[in-house]
């Protein structure tokens, strides 16, 4: 069984900063990838930042250049540093992990439970 906790969501000003932290625990043999998705009101979940085990990164034109994110292998956490923020960042953003759970499985997606980033103008 595998979870993951975020944190670091809130409430803060159009050109603010905000850290999110996403820890993954439970029965994890090895993590494939993270990464961060968001879902604004109406709108579909989009990704917004993703990195590999090998520390590949990828992110959406939206937050290029804005938003970077890291990982702490040890803790199994990744972390989303969000600067110069804008209100259309608004959205609950979501943690996502592909994570084997033992050897010779598969790898399975999971995801935690969201954490509300508020922007306001």
């Given at each position: 069984q595998v979870q993951l906790v975020e944190s670091?969501?809130?409430?803060?000003?159009?050109?603010?900063?905000?850290?999110?932290s996403c820890a993954a625990s439970g029965t994890i043999f090895s993590i494939n990838a993270m990464g961060w998705y968001r879902q604004a009101p109406g709108k579909q979940r989009e990704l917004v930042a993703a990195i590999t085990s090998g520390g590949s990164t990828n992110y959406a034109d939206s937050v290029k250049g804005r938003f970077t994110?890291?990982?702490?292998?040890?803790?199994?956490?990744?972390?989303?540093?969000?600067?110069?923020?804008?209100?259309?960042?608004?959205?609950?953003?979501?943690?996502?992990?592909?994570i084997r759970t033992g050897l010779g499985l598969w790898s399975h997606d999971y995801w935690g439970q969201g954490t509300q980033v508020t922007v306001s103008s």
């Open positions: 670091g969501g809130g409430l803060v000003q159009a050109g603010g900063s905000l850290r999110l994110i890291s990982t702490n292998n040890a803790k199994n956490t990744v972390y989303l540093q969000m600067s110069s923020l804008k209100p259309e960042d608004t959205a609950v953003y979501y943690c996502n992990a592909d």
